[in-house]
């Protein structure tokens, strides 16, 4: 996991450590970081953001408060990547009480293209909820790929979770709403909403989800990108962001992902947290997303 970065990062660390560091030798260094964040799928103005933050700290900052040069360098890098990261993070368990405590199903909406692993996270999220005492329930609202609600049964029935649905060409709006309705009834804690994963480009797309959003109101609105996907999961992010608007994102195949840069990228375009990783296949392979264990993974070195 991250590895490619891990060692390119360090890499780095070890050659600039070897190196007397002054403020008018950064300039050479800093462009080399910059094209080992452009290979690892950091997208361009993310990766100057973070050369300018790394540049920023070492003007600040006094080499001989530091235990070496190796820890100085270091600690830039790993405080700049932090500060990208670093947006409000959201606390999913304390705002389903809250909405919960006024009678209401705390609700979620799914957004992603095909492939992404959208049904199967929908299944790692219902689990994680299953296991703190949560009901859930799903709306079959991708309507249009054929066999996508036998898909979406199979899963929610290997994790014992209800499945609302109509026929295929239903207006997945309604299917959305009723399952809203069904859940109030029942005093279902969290409704969630599978919706269709066609290409971002897609124009009906994007106003079906724009009217299923509109019809029942999301509390939670969450992009699914593929880690391995790079700038196309970036692509993908910012899209919907701009054209239904996106509350957080879940990165699967982080567990594969030797680079890691989509992680920063989205983060920084969509100013939006990161709220979990899948890790694997099974469905209790999502963890939700922490700052400091992203950054342990990368960074092996301990800053000063």
Do not use: W
Not at 231 to 251: P, T, Y
């Amino acid at each position: 996991m991250l590895e490619n970065l891990k060692k390119s990062l360090s890499s780095y660390v070890e050659k600039i450590s070897k190196k007397t560091l002054s403020l008018e030798k950064t300039e050479k260094p800093l462009n080399t970081l910059k094209l080992i964040l452009l290979q690892n799928d950091v997208a361009l103005d993310v990766a100057e953001r973070v050369c300018a933050l790394v540049n920023e700290t070492l003007e600040n900052e006094i080499v001989g408060r530091f235990k070496s040069t190796k820890n100085l360098v270091n600690f830039a890098l790993k405080d700049a990547i932090f500060k990208i990261l670093d947006v409000k993070p959201i606390d999913l368990l304390k705002d389903i009480e809250k909405v919960n405590n006024q009678g209401k199903p705390y609700i979620i909406c799914f957004l992603g293209v095909n492939g992404t692993g959208k049904t199967t996270t929908i299944a790692k999220l219902g689990t994680y909820l299953k296991k703190r005492d949560l009901r859930c329930v799903v709306a079959a609202s991708d309507t249009f790929r054929a066999g996508a609600i036998e898909q979406l049964l199979e899963h929610m029935n290997n994790v014992g979770i209800k499945v609302i649905k109509h026929n295929y060409k239903s207006d997945p709006a309604s299917v959305a709403y009723d399952t809203v309705e069904h859940a109030t009834a029942k005093s279902i804690n969290v409704v969630m909403i599978d919706t269709s994963g066609r290409q971002v480009s897609n124009k009906n797309l994007m106003i079906e989800m724009k009217k299923i959003v509109r019809v029942v109101e999301p509390h939670l609105v969450l992009f699914i990108g593929d880690s391995l996907a790079g700038n196309d999961a970036l692509q993908q992010a910012k899209k919907f962001n701009e054209e239904v608007g996106i509350d957080a994102s879940i990165l699967t195949k982080l567990d594969a992902d030797a680079k890691g840069g989509a992680a920063l990228s989205i983060v920084f375009e969509t100013k939006k947290p990161i709220l979990a990783v899948g890790i694997g296949q099974g469905y209790n392979d999502l963890e939700l997303f922490d700052v400091n264990i992203f950054l342990d993974k990368i960074f092996s070195l301990e800053s000063a």
